[in-house]
């Protein structure tokens, strides 16, 4: 299960979210498809749920199984995510 770290102050930008993490006094600018990621793991989400999540609210002919990965890894690796 992922979920978004405790910590974060988020803001929402026209393009994203703007994510401050005070732990390690960092901003990090999520692009829209970081944000659904993100978003997505507001109440927690099974990470092997989400690539089928993000094609369905982006009506994708495919789950974007690789992007989505990528983008979990380096949410995982700033903190901006957590996994249980």
Do not use: N
Request: with cysteine; hydrophobic share 35%.
């Amino acid at each position: 299960m992922l979920t978004i770290a405790e910590q974060l102050e988020v803001s929402e930008v026209p393009d994203g979210l703007v994510v401050y993490d005070p732990t390690s006094d960092r901003v990090h600018y999520l692009d829209p498809v970081s944000t659904v990621v993100f978003e997505l793991c507001r109440p927690g989400c099974p990470r092997e749920e989400l690539p089928a999540r993000v094609q369905q609210i982006w009506e994708l002919d495919q789950p974007p199984t690789s992007e989505v990965e990528t983008c979990v890894e380096q949410c995982l690796k700033e903190g901006l995510l957590r996994s249980s």
